[in-house]
T-cell receptor
Framework: NAGVMQNPRHLVRRRGQEARLRCSPMKGHSHVYWYRQLPEEGLKFMVY????????ESGMPKERFSAEFPKEGPSILRIQQVVRGDSAAYFCASSRSTGRWGEKLFFGSGTQLSVL | GQQLNQSPQSMFIQEGEDVSMNCTSSSIFNTWLWYKQDPGEGPVLLIA?????ELTSNGRLTAQFGITRKDSFLNISASIPSDVGIYFC????????????FGKGTKLSVKP
């Protein structure tokens, strides 16, 4: 997972503020995924993006959350008007491609979001 | 939603012992992945399985994709202190690109 870069590692926000989480995929990877992890839980899928396209956002809350992966630059997960329940570790993963038999996802070190 | 049942939840073992953990589901998966997560870090991929019945090793780790495609196990032989961490299974349903379903993890503690 060394190649997937996420920043910041820790982010503190007050209720109502906006949080922006950044992810640069591994070199050569064009597929990005965002997952959320609550304490003592497994990771939960949020969204899957390719360059400039959202492929699957079935795990994304309908309001306040958005994600993008522009042609240039990192993928951004944006949370508007944060609430305490948004506090979690947010992980980004990337893969080279998708294939018939699935793909290997490589994860970054995560951003720990704390909402005061 | 889809769920993976991972067991055991935690294990306390002596260094040198073998470890076994497994995941089961009521759904059929076309890919099983096993990850290890250290505190404050992201999951690190250990083994990927793509075919029913497939048995794959990675050093002291061995994992198998169940014949029914609804289960998988991970074995660690001759455990060492650095094996400490949380192990997650993750499955991918056919047609769901990138949407991995994770188990709740097995927390492994190794006594030297």
């Amino acid at each position: 997972n060394a190649g997937v870069m996420q920043n910041p590692r820790h982010l503190v926000r007050r209720r109502g503020q906006e949080a922006r989480l950044r992810c640069s995929p591994m070199k050569g990877h064009s597929h990005v995924y965002w997952y959320r992890q609550l304490p003592e839980e497994g990771l939960k899928f949020m969204v899957y993006l390719q360059k400039e396209n959202i492929i699957d956002e079935s795990g994304m809350p309908k309001e306040r959350f958005s994600a993008e992966f522009p042609k240039e630059g990192p993928s951004i997960l944006r949370i508007q008007q944060v609430v305490r329940g948004d506090s979690a570790a947010y992980f980004c993963a990337s893969s080279r491609s998708t294939g018939r038999w699935g793909e290997k996802l490589f994860f970054g070190s995560g951003t720990q979001l704390s909402v005061l | 939603g889809q769920q993976l049942n991972q067991s055991p939840q935690s294990m306390f073992i002596q260094e040198g012992e073998d470890v076994s953990m497994n995941c089961t589901s009521s759904s059929i998966f076309n890919t099983w992945l096993w990850y290890k997560q250290d505190p404050g870090e992201g999951p690190v991929l250990l083994i990927a399985l793509y075919k029913a019945g497939e048995l794959t090793s990675n050093g002291r780790l061995t994992a198998q994709f169940g014949i029914t495609r609804k289960d998988s196990f991970l074995n660690i032989s001759a455990s060492i202190p650095s094996d400490v961490g949380i192990y997650f299974c993750a499955g991918q349903l056919q047609g769901s690109q990138g949407n991995l379903i994770f188990g709740k993890g097995t927390k492994l503690s190794v006594k030297p």
